[in-house]
Each structure stands twice: as structure tokens, then as C-alpha cells.
């Protein structure tokens, strides 16, 4: 069968959902189909721009295709007959970010009118739409809150767990991917500051914008960290990222009300390292259970502080609790061959 994979394009980003999709493709063609990747340009800045390319994605006609996959908000408005979506996230902005003031819509009527454009094309193409998955448990549910549609819940396999194969700790925690705001690497830095003196704590990924990466670096020089800190804000080699988990004591994923279990978090879980996240991270809480395979604590400086000088206080259990954190992920059976046959069903 042909079948067109569809997502995003911001160029020069690249994040979990651009990797799903690659290796969605190659395990697409594994099972014996031809595959293609489409990726259709968004730009979310200015927000007055999207409802064009909400029209742009729509508009456009695919043929000698014999089954589409999509996966984000533009992206999945494109028209097909037969069409799957495996829903990464909608456009968070129009729901639940815009309830929690979070919003990058304009003020006003305007903004009032953008959101509204969108619940509705959303709500057309989720109609037409031969099936959909979501990723999460937090991506159904938001899905059937605001849309109304049941999901049935897909998650997304790790792209290549033979690398991540754990190790001997080298004495540091790894806070791994992209670098932003929503991510909160920030309070892991502003952590460090009050936690043990042998804490140690590496963050490797690119920022998102310089801002982003200023953040970090201005944080780490007022708070007098340099010995402690090492920022390695790049684009990072899959071996070299997977070196940073491996070589890790325990990892850090604590984003905003995260969709999925993170692939972060995946990966850490995979390598047997012990996880640390916080109570509004979402889907990574899936994994990350309080004393159980780590620390799930507020998202304060203060509490993360107590965790990561928790994971120094007692080697023993922090290995445990990586232990149990592979045991846990293991129990999902996520696979990308039976990943694919559900897809293509």
C-alpha cells in the first residue's frame, strides 16, 4: 500500500514529533508498504497568519495515495478518504493553554474568532477521519473534552532502544531535548542552587530560540554555578544523546502537562535510570511514579531541590528505582511492528 505520512514543518526545529514521524516512515516500509513523509509549513507567530495555513493544508490534493497517516494540527486537515490520525497533540493554544492564560492568540474578537475557527475545523476533520489514535492518555482526554471524539490510545514506541543500554552512573542528572520554557529546564538549574553540594547536572539539547539558551546561561552565572552546571545547548548526535542517558544517575523530565510519556523519559526508563518529574508534567507521569521508579515532587525549585539531593543521598535506591522504572515501561509491550498494524488496520 502507499501511504503518506503527514506532519509539521518549522524549519530548523526539531522535536519528538519530527522523529516520530521519520521513524514511523521507516517502520512503514519494514512492513512491507512504500511510504512517503509530507511535511507542511506552520508558523504559529504571528497567530493572525493560521487560519491561512489551516486553508493551505486543506487545500491541498494528494493523489496516487493510498492511505494517509497524520499526526498535527495543521497537518491532519489535509483531505483524504482514507485517512488515520495519530494525534501528537492539537493546536494546544485554542484549548487548554487558552484556558490556563497560555495563549499565543491575539486579544479580543479576533482571538475569540481564531480559536473558534480552528475548534471547528478541527471538529470537521475528526468527523471524516477513518480512525483516530492518540498518543496519550492526556491527548484522548483532551480531545474528548473539547471535541468530543473517543481516541483510542496509541503510544509511540522508542525509535532505536538499542542504545540506550544503561550503564555505571557517572555521577551527574541529564535533563535531555529541546530547551525551552514549557520544558522548565530553568528550574532544575535554579534547583542545583539549594540542593546537595555533590549535585551535578548536565543539560544537552538545542534551544528552541537564543532566549531560550540566555535563560540557562544568565541563570547559572548569578547563581554562581559553573562547577556544578554544564549547559550543552546543540543539536545533539542520536549516540551522543544516548551516551549522556547511559552515563546518567538519574533524568530529568519535567515538562508542562506533557502529552506523552516523553520520549526522555522512554529512554531513561529503557536504560534503567531512576526519573525525576513533577506533578504537572502530564504524560510523563505515566512512568514516573513518586518512590516507585523516582521522585515525582511540586514544580518549585525548592521541592526539586529535596528530590535530586534525594537521588545522591542513596545510590542504592536511586538504582532501584531505575530498575523498577524499566520494569514499568517494559509492561506496555509497545512495539513499532504492532504499532504499524494498528495504524494500517
Known sequence: MKVLVVNNMAPFVRGGAESLAEHLLKNLEIAGHQAELLRVPFQWEPATRIPSQMLMARSLELQNVDHVIALKFPAYLIQHPRKTLWL?????????????????????????????????????????????????????????????????????????????????????????????????????????????????????????????????????????LQDRVRLDLRYLGRQEYADYINGALAVASLPFDEESFSYVAMEAATAEKALLSTTDSGGVLGLARHRETGWVVEPTAQALASAISAVYADVTRTRKFGVAAKSLWESHGITWPATVAALMS
Request: charged share 25%; proline share 6%.
Open 88 to 224: 501528537v497533540h492539537q493546536y494546544r493554544q485554542a484549548y487548554d493553554l487558552y484556558d490556563a492564560g497560555q495563549t499565543n492568540l491575539p486579544d479580543g474578537q479576533i482571538g475569540v474568532d481564531i480559536r473558534k475557527l480552528i475548534k471547528n475545523a478541527d471538529d470537521e476533520c475528526f468527523k471524516g477521519a477513518r480512525r483516530i489514535f492518540a498518543i496519550s492518555d492526556v491527548t484522548q482526554q483532551r480531545l474528548r473534552r473539547y471535541n468530543g471524539p473517543h481516541a483510542e490510545i496509541l503510544r509511540a514506541p522508542i525509535n532505536d532502544p538499542e542504545r540506550f543500554t544503561g550503564g555505571p552512573s557517572e555521577g551527574y542528572i541529564f535533563a535531555g531535548g529541546r530547551v525551552n520554557g514549557a520544558k522548565r529546564q530553568h528550574l532544575l538549574v535554579e534547583a542545583v542552587a539549594h540542593a546537595s553540594k555533590q549535585v551535578r547536572l548536565i543539560v544537552g539539547g538545542p534551544p528552541d530560540t537564543p532566549g531560550d539558551a540566555r535563560v540557562l546561561h544568565e541563570t547559572v552565572e548569578r547563581l554562581g
